[in-house]
């Protein structure tokens, strides 16, 4: 064969590559738009069944000198290639994207309190509000450790119906109270959305838990409101679902919207739950929400809590939630997991002489 021939024929074969390349760009407009389609219908993007036919289709054509599987290979590369692009347009959509805001957000709370941003924050507090003593005792504790926001469960969804529930609303006015005797910010889960506004007069931050992430009702509840909302991933979920969770306080109009990892479950026995450090990055990556780590949930263990911390810090986590207690072993709820007082003060100063975290 000579050159010319040689030369005639990679003519014709780069002729052909445009083809076909212009050709899978107008296959992938389609199938985007078939995308938007599906999207507005609530249907699933892949459709196995559809993809079967195509194959099927595709392999009864085929004249060679591709063999039936190697057709079935290089169809089932472009139909995959395809339906990442149908989530990658649908992820670049989202609120929570760092498509759609490529600086972090910060959030302001009163009294000049900033979540993410060039500072870290350290939310400290009971797991549960008991009596009016305890969340003084701790609330005074933590103003002299230059603490700013305090946390305190009312409502408490328990895996067993005959474990501690909680004081209600109680909880949240013996909460506010303390807090605002010592000049203290307020956070608190609320898990109905019919307690969200009475909730308003209590908390600066509404805490949704783990265990209603995908309570969808209450987040398109909480998105309604003007006021800060720290979103925990579930025990179970995906960072791909924990922000789905989040668009949908987002997308109600509610911007101040905060992520929490507290562990997710696995195997693992030795401790409470598993830190998913890793999503911490992958999280500031992904979305301009702060993101924080909540070291007392996902290791259940108060041995490990500062390294755990520091990890977190290390990662990019614009703050650390740990539970502190003024006397753990009479606790209600979570009593082996919570820090005492001086342990909490011993915790917080081996955090800061890390240097990680910012202040």
């Avoid at 507090?125 to 009312?154: D, F, H, N, W, Y």
């Avoid at 909880?171 to 506004?197: C, F, K, M, N, Q």
């Avoid at 002489?353 to 910012?358: H, N, R, T, V």
Wanted: hydrophobic share 40%; charged share 25%; with cysteine.
């Amino acid at each position: 064969m000579s050159n010319v021939e040689l030369d005639e024929l990679r003519e014709r074969l780069d002729g052909i590559n445009g083809q076909l390349l212009e050709l899978i760009s107008d296959r992938a407009k389609i199938v985007q738009e078939i995308g938007t389609l599906k999207e507005k219908q609530g249907v699933p993007k892949f459709d196995p069944e559809r993809e079967k036919q195509m194959l099927e289709k595709l392999v009864a054509s085929n004249k060679g000198p591709f063999t039936d599987s190697t057709i079935r290979s290089l169809f089932k590369q472009i139909f995959s290639a395809s339906l990442d692009l149908q989530s990658a347009e649908h992820k670049k959509t989202l609120l929570v994207s760092r498509k759609s805001q490529q600086e972090d957000t910060v959030i302001t709370l009163p009294g000049d309190v900033t979540v993410g941003g060039l500072s870290s924050l350290m939310v400290a507090g009971p797991c549960s509000v008991e009596s009016e003593l305890q969340t003084r005792t701790v609330a005074a504790a933590l103003q002299k450790a230059g603490i700013r926001v305090m946390r305190g469960g009312a409502f408490k969804p328990r895996t067993s119906p005959y474990d501690f529930q909680g004081l209600g609303m109680d909880g949240l006015r013996i909460l506010r109270e303390a807090a605002d005797e010592y000049g203290l910010l307020t956070i608190s889960e609320i898990v109905d959305p019919a307690h969200l506004e009475p909730a308003l007069d209590y908390v600066d931050i509404i805490q949704i838990g783990a265990r209603n992430m995908q309570n969808f009702e209450l987040l398109k509840a909480a998105g309604e409101l003007n006021k800060p909302v720290l979103l925990k991933r579930g025990l179970a979920a995906t960072m791909e679902e924990f922000l789905h969770a989040a668009e949908y306080i987002m997308s109600r109009g509610n911007t101040q919207v905060m992520l929490i990892e507290r562990g997710i479950r696995t195997y693992e026995k030795w401790t409470r739950n598993t830190l998913d450090i890793s999503a911490v990055p992958i999280l500031k990556q992904e979305s301009h929400l702060p993101v924080l780590v909540d070291v007392t949930h996902s290791t259940g263990r108060k041995d490990i809590l500062v390294p755990c911390a520091k990890a977190a810090l290390a990662a990019g986590a614009d703050g650390i939630m740990v539970e502190v207690h003024p006397d753990p072993a009479t606790a209600l709820s979570d009593a082996a997991q919570q820090l005492n007082i001086d342990e909490f003060n011993t915790f917080f100063d081996q955090v800061k002489a890390s240097g990680l975290y910012k202040q």
